[in-house]
């Protein structure tokens, strides 16, 4: 078969991540990229010797040699371009979130039944090998009925700036960036139950913490401390209609002594974790028991999730077979997210 010729809109932070994985992958080929900051996108292509370089999105959809396109800008223009791409014949795959709104995400969604091609969403942590070696043994009953999950990303200082803390680019604060991967990572192991309600809270009481010296942290490519629009912490309980429950807490900045990072979700035959590292919980003899799996890596690994997410974004376009994160999924997700945001402006429980 050719190789398969994509094109990466958004050169910024991310998009290393998918340019050495589709360069690692035999099926495809860069043929492509395009940022705002044609400065950017120039040094990109010299990086990875792509011939094409564009500063609008259009242009490069125009291009009829492009078989399917990364999707690494803000999330203001995730739900655009994907559009445009599906429209222009163009298999996607779009950086999480899928979009800012849920109106956003039902366009998309139509967007991909109207074209027929693929759209994968880029939940990165489903495509890490301790994620499917869970979901496998999920699906083998291992845990049993799983009725309970909780899931905590606090970056004790991590307000990333630049567009991060924009609302209108990025749609909201650590609960859309980082809140987004735990709450699909628990909603997929837990079988993707069909939310009902989301009792939430968001607090802007920090800010960006700007002043803090001797720490460093994650920063936008156009890192910008002047403006901050977004929430600093979120927590939220979200029930199922199968009667199971998520609760989530995520910040981008708290007075807490560590970051903390753990996922851990609970059966009537069975738990286990996931983050910090990968271990199960079961009973044997009447004796309770922990297994650590004996895998490369026992926390989440960047490199290889977004190697596998890109070779099975490749296979599913060779293939025609559906992503492990369909559009669908990503829908479901920003149906969390708004119900999340909108318990919290009212201070009440939502109903989905
Ligand atoms: N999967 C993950 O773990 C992960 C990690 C970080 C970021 N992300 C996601 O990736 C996306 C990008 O994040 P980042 O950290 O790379 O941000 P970034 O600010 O470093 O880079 C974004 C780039 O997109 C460009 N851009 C914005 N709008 C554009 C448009 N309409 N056309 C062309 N270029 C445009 C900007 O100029 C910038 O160079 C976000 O949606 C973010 O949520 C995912």
Not at 4 to 20: A, N, Q
């Amino acid at each position: 078969m050719d190789m398969i010729k994509i094109g990466v809109i958004g050169t910024g932070s991310i998009s290393g991540m998918h340019l050495s994985a589709y360069r690692n992958n035999p099926q495809t080929t860069i043929y492509a990229v395009c940022d705002l900051n044609e400065e950017r996108a120039r040094a990109v292509a010299t990086e990875y010797n792509v011939e094409n370089v564009y500063t609008d999105y259009r242009e490069l959809l125009a291009n009829s040699e492009i078989d399917a396109v990364s999707i690494c800008t803000w999330n203001n223009s995730h739900a655009e371009i994907s559009i445009a791409a599906l429209e222009a014949g163009k298999h996607v795959l779009v950086e999480k979130p899928l979009c800012r709104t849920v109106e956003e995400a039902l366009q998309v969604q139509q967007a991909v039944e109207m074209s027929g091609k693929i759209l994968q969403v880029g939940f990165v942590r489903r495509y890490d090998s301790n994620a499917q070696l869970l979901q496998t043994l999920v699906e083998q009953g291992e845990f049993g009925e799983i009725y309970y999950a909780k899931a905590t990303t606090f970056r004790r200082l991590g307000n990333p700036g630049g567009w991060f803390s924009d609302i209108e680019r990025s749609g909201g604060g650590p609960l859309i960036d980082i809140g987004v991967h735990v709450i699909d990572l628990c909603w997929y192991l837990m079988g993707r139950p069909n939310p009902v309600s989301v009792s939430a809270n968001t607090y802007r009481k920090l800010g960006n913490r700007s002043n803090i010296k001797n720490l460093s942290f994650y920063k936008a490519a156009d890192y910008d401390a002047a403006n901050n629009t977004v929430e600093d912490l979120a927590n939220a309980l979200i029930r199922f209609e199968n009667g199971a429950s998520l609760m989530v807490d995520v910040s981008f900045t708290l007075h807490a002594k560590e970051d903390e990072r753990s996922v851990r979700l609970y059966g009537d035959k069975g738990g286990f974790e996931i983050d910090p590292e990968i271990v199960l919980v079961k009973e044997q003899s009447d004796t309770i028991v922990n297994t650590y799996p004996q895998t490369d890596h026992k926390g989440f690994e960047f490199n290889s999730a977004f190697q596998n997410e890109i070779n099975h974004f490749a296979n599913n376009i060779s293939n025609g077979s559906t992503p492990i994160s369909p559009v669908q999924d990503g829908v479901t997700i920003m149906k969390i997210l708004g119900a999340i945001y909108e318990s919290a402006a009212k201070g009440e429980e939502v109903k989905l």
